[in-house]
């Protein structure tokens, strides 16, 4: 299981980054989004089940990772001062994927270029809803 736990503020981004694939996707998902949370507190949590017995078995055997699917869920929340009250907008997002794309993510490869990702997918879903 990859977690990965993103807070954006007006004057930083807080993350808790820490093995290759983490910090390739956080700064991946950080250049994707085109907004600056000026005004607002914008919370990430993606938690991705990644099947790793089942790729360790594909790799062993020569066969390709792309069989393996991951399910990506992610929980994005806007928290903000309307009218002198605190509001916050959560969403959620549901996604299956190859899970040969984190191979490839942890060896370097920009996936926010390939359009059938689940990073360029997940930024897409992230930038309507800060459109909202």
């Given at each position: 299981?990859?977690?990965l736990d993103l807070i954006r503020q007006k004057a930083a981004i807080q993350a808790n980054a820490l093995t290759k694939t983490q910090k390739a996707m956080k700064q991946q998902i950080i250049h994707g ?100």
């Amino acid at each position: 299981m990859i977690r990965l736990d993103l807070i954006r503020q007006k004057a930083a981004i807080q993350a808790n980054a820490l093995t290759k694939t983490q910090k390739a996707m956080k700064q991946q998902i950080i250049h994707g989004i085109k907004s600056s949370p000026f005004a607002e507190e914008q919370s990430i949590s993606i938690k991705i089940d990644d099947h790793p017995f089942q790729r360790f078995f594909m790799n062993f055997f020569d066969i390709d990772e792309e069989l393996v699917k991951a399910d990506l869920t992610v929980d994005f929340t806007r928290a903000y001062m309307e009218n002198g009250k605190l509001t916050a907008k959560k969403y959620q997002f549901q996604d299956t994927f190859g899970a040969n794309q984190l191979t490839e993510l942890k060896e370097g490869k920009n996936l926010l270029t390939n359009k059938d990702s689940f990073i360029s997918k997940l930024v897409k879903k992230i930038n309507k809803a800060i459109k909202d």
